[in-house]
């Protein structure tokens, strides 16, 4: 049973930092490709960021990009968002999400597991 626990969400001030966590069991992580996606209340889940298996390569959405950076540890079976430079637009809540596959991809249909989310409040 594939499961995927995310943390770090919290509430922060508007150009402040946080640190999302993102705990797997049950898959083979280092074959794995990830992301994480954000769903604010009224709107629809969008991407946030994606790694590679290896995590050679990273993507990310325009409205985050330079301020969010993804990283993984194998070792460690975890996915990471460091989230700088905050705005009260990024309060969501955040999921992270793995493939069954190698290959990132940007649309959440097609991730197989899901975490249950972690809060993440920007106050202005």
């Known amino acids: 049973q594939v499961q995927l626990v995310e943390s770090g969400g919290g509430l922060v001030q508007a150009g402040g930092s946080l640190r999302l966590s993102c705990a797997a069991s049950g898959l083979t992580f280092s074959g794995a490709a990830l992301g994480w996606f954000r769903q604010a209340p009224g709107k629809e889940r969008e991407f946030v960021a994606a790694?590679?298996?290896?995590?050679?390569?990273?993507y990310y959405a325009d409205s985050v990009k330079g301020r969010f950076t993804i990283s993984r540890d194998n070792n460690k079976s975890t996915v990471y968002l460091r989230a700088d430079s905050l705005k009260p637009e990024d309060t969501a809540v955040y999921y992270c999400a793995a493939r069954a596959s190698r290959v990132t991809a940007r649309s959440s249909s097609e991730y197989d597991y899901w975490g249950q989310g972690t809060q993440v409040t920007v106050s202005s």
């Open positions: 790694i590679s298996w290896s995590g050679y390569y990273t």
